[in-house]
């Protein structure tokens, strides 16, 4: 406990307003005395001479903020404020010596909010993976009963579990293959790739590698690309597999026998593909959540294509990599358009 006989309000303010952390000195009767930058920074509405309870009118802060002006001990506590977006907050509550029967008071808030979110996502991640891994290994060990049980000696039987068993199998490889480029992504997100390579040679590469899958879905694949080779500062395999995730979902969930066209442009300092299908379209509502990890408008049809519930995930995370940025537009019944907007080689790049 600080003596404000020898370290009196006046310095305590001085005090507090230098320090780096979201503090706020309260008087005896809970209004502010001072408030560091960081702590104004993060609440706003409160100013030196109001009353903490004015604008923090959590009943579980008020409550310890008045013991230990009371009593003169320490209290830790969370809040969580549900608007106008969700924040969580450690805050440590300390008392000065005052000179009557009531204490000041020292609040110290950690914001929480970011550490919260991650492990909400981390728990989610590896909740909706072992789903996702749970569903075919189910079928499979299912189909391994069977065939050493009912279906021992019936030819025909064991033939078509095999295939389905098969079938099975390649889902949860593509699903192990798409977590570990997704965690290889991640752990590189802080260094910019600075290799020159070709977003138009990509282009052609992959369009090439998927013309047998647009035959099968009798789509027509429309590549557009400069004459000259556009160069961006990148990392070729996470570009190759940018490519393949966006011109494969058109493919897949555009409209069988239409048009997927894909645009390579470039601009002053940028480049840019656009895949661009004439399927059915996405609703509003599911623009915002795309890029989110196993998010599927209809799972039913995106399991029945192969889909792993990662590629846009994936896309998303090799655009920030490149420092780039991806959007999305799509109406309900005018196909959607997804476009990644990348540095060129060469250009003056921020946030590298």
């Known amino acids: ?149 009912p279906a021992r000696n019936d030819e025909r039987a064991r033939e078509r579990f095999l295939g389905i068993m098969r079938e099975q199998g390649l889902r949860m490889a593509r699903l192990v293959d798409d977590l570990l480029s997704l965690s290889r992504i991640e752990q590189r997100a802080h260094v910019a790739p600075d290799t020159p390579v070709d977003l138009a040679g990509i282009s052609r590469e992959i369009v090439d590698s998927l013309t047998l899958l647009a035959r099968e879905r009798e789509v027509t694949l429309k590549l557009k690309t400069p004459s000259e080779p556009l160069k961006v500062p990148g990392d070729r395999d996470e570009l190759l597999r940018l490519m393949e995730n966006l011109v494969e979902n058109a493919i897949k969930y555009g409209k069988r026998g239409g048009e997927v066209a894909i645009t390579v442009e470039a601009q002053d300092e940028e480049a840019s593909v656009c895949v661009r299908d004439d399927g059915p379209g996405i609703a509003p509502e599911h623009l915002p959540r795309l890029t989110e990890r196993f998010y599927r408008i209809d799972t039913a049809a995106s399991r029945e294509a192969g889909g792993t519930g990662l590629g846009l995930a994936i896309v998303k995370h090799i655009v920030l990599r490149h420092r780039g940025r991806l959007t999305i537009e799509s109406k309900p019944g005018q196909g959607a358009t997804f476009k990644a907007i990348l540095p060129r080689f060469g250009a003056t790049r921020t946030g590298a």
Do not use: C, W, Y
């Not at 930058?37 to 008020?62: F, N, Q, T, Y």
């Not at 977006?85 to 909010?113: C, N, Q, Y």
């Open 1 to 149: 406990m600080i003596d404000t006989a020898v370290f009196p309000i006046t310095a305590a303010r001085s005090f507090v307003e230098a320090l780096g952390s979201a503090v706020v000195l309260l008087d005896e009767l809970g209004v502010a005395q001072a408030l560091s930058p960081a702590m104004r920074a993060l609440i706003p509405g409160l100013e030196v001479g109001k009353l903490l309870a004015l604008v923090l009118r959590d009943p579980d802060l008020i409550e310890a903020i008045e013991a230990v002006a009371r009593d003169g001990e320490r209290k830790t506590l969370e809040l969580v404020e549900r608007v106008p977006v969700e924040r969580t907050f450690r805050i440590h509550i300390a008392a000065l010596a005052g000179s009557g029967e009531r204490h000041p008071t020292l609040l110290t808030f950690e914001d929480l909010s970011e550490q919260r979110v991650i492990e909400r996502m981390r728990v989610d991640f590896v909740a909706n993976a072992s789903h996702e891994l749970r569903t075919p290994l189910a079928s499979l060990l299912g189909f391994v009963e069977t065939l050493q049980g």
